[in-house]
């Protein structure tokens, strides 16, 4: 096959672009090219050369108007330079061609925002959810349990038994949705993913600080019903060698961080479709 490329979009108040470039090799993609969204929007890099999206963690145009909002609207909306396409076409395509997209944080919220994920409404044009700020009014930087939905066709989670314990940093991770019907075809499909838990991954908990921030059905990560798209308030690329752990010093870890096991599962989708 061709080479597994991984494409990390920065700019504008994105932070983590090197982490996720760094998950992306460790997780076995050949390139991971980290690019300027300006390059984007001039089409010096297109996303047709791409096989795996990542909009990574940060603070976008300094959360105004809501984290990722803005940048929301420049995606949904702004014309590529020299090219008649918008951006969002290109994006459609790269999601229509049965490529990736992981949304991390404030990647997470503009996939949201973008009506991306869960991608109900109007052929995924509509946004039917957000992420608003956290319950406790702060923001929150911590390390989190988080069960792993088995029952998900999510490509990204692929393999995992129990759950996965990663790091999350921010102040609107609240997940909300705008109706019980939403709520309910999230629930129904499992496309709750990831949901705060106990340590044990057991049961999702609404208690806080195991939920850091009161997300409904304490949801922490969701996917897109084809699987291929997948949105966490957690920082998988935060997490991808046990020295990265908190208590590294003093407990016998694995090698590999929780967080690999989506880089990995992501290049191995790859490698073997395209
Ligand atoms: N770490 C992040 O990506 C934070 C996202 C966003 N700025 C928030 O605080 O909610």
């Known amino acids: 096959m061709a ?22 090799r460790l997780g076995g993609f050949d390139e991971a090219r980290i690019a300027h969204i300006s390059d984007l929007l001039s089409g010096e890099i297109r996303l047709d050369d791409f096989h795996f999206l990542n909009l990574t963690g940060g603070f976008l145009d ?14 949904r909306y702004a014309k590529t330079q020299g090219g008649n396409e918008h951006l969002f076409e290109q994006l459609q395509r790269f999601i229509d061609d049965g490529k990736l997209v992981l949304g991390v944080c404030n990647g997470f919220q503009l996939l949201v925002k973008m009506g991306l994920l869960p991608g109900f409404a109007n052929n995924g044009r509509q946004q039917v959810a957000t992420l608003t700020f956290n ?3 702060r923001f929150q930087d911590r390390w989190v349990y988080l069960k792993n939905n088995t029952a998900s066709n999510c490509i990204f989670t692929r393999g995992v038994e129990k759950g996965l314990y990663l790091p999350i940093r921010h102040g609107e991770g609240k997940f909300v949705v ?5 709520l309910e075809r999230i629930e129904k499909g499992n496309l709750a993913v990831l949901v705060y838990s106990d340590p044990a991954y057991t049961s999702a908990t609404m208690e806080f600080p195991l939920n850091p921030n009161g997300s409904v059905n304490a949801i922490a990560g969701i996917s897109s019903e084809s699987g291929r798209i997948m949105g966490l308030m957690p920082h998988p690329e935060a997490f991808v060698n046990r020295i990265q752990h908190p208590r590294w010093t003093r ?9 690999l096991v989506l880089f990995r599962n992501a290049a191995d989708y790859v490698k073997n479709d395209f």
């Not at 705008?178 to 939403?182: A, I, L, P, R, V």
């Open 3 to 24: 080479k597994a490329k991984a494409l990390i979009i920065t700019g504008n108040g994105t932070n983590c672009e090197m982490e996720a470039a760094h998950a992306c």
């Open 62 to 75: 300094g959360d105004d108007l809501g984290s990722a909002k803005a940048q929301a609207n420049r995606l």
């Open 135 to 137: 319950d406790s009014g």
């Open 178 to 182: 705008d109706g019980t019907e939403t």
């Open 251 to 259: 407990e016998n870890l694995p090698e590999d961080g929780d967080g």
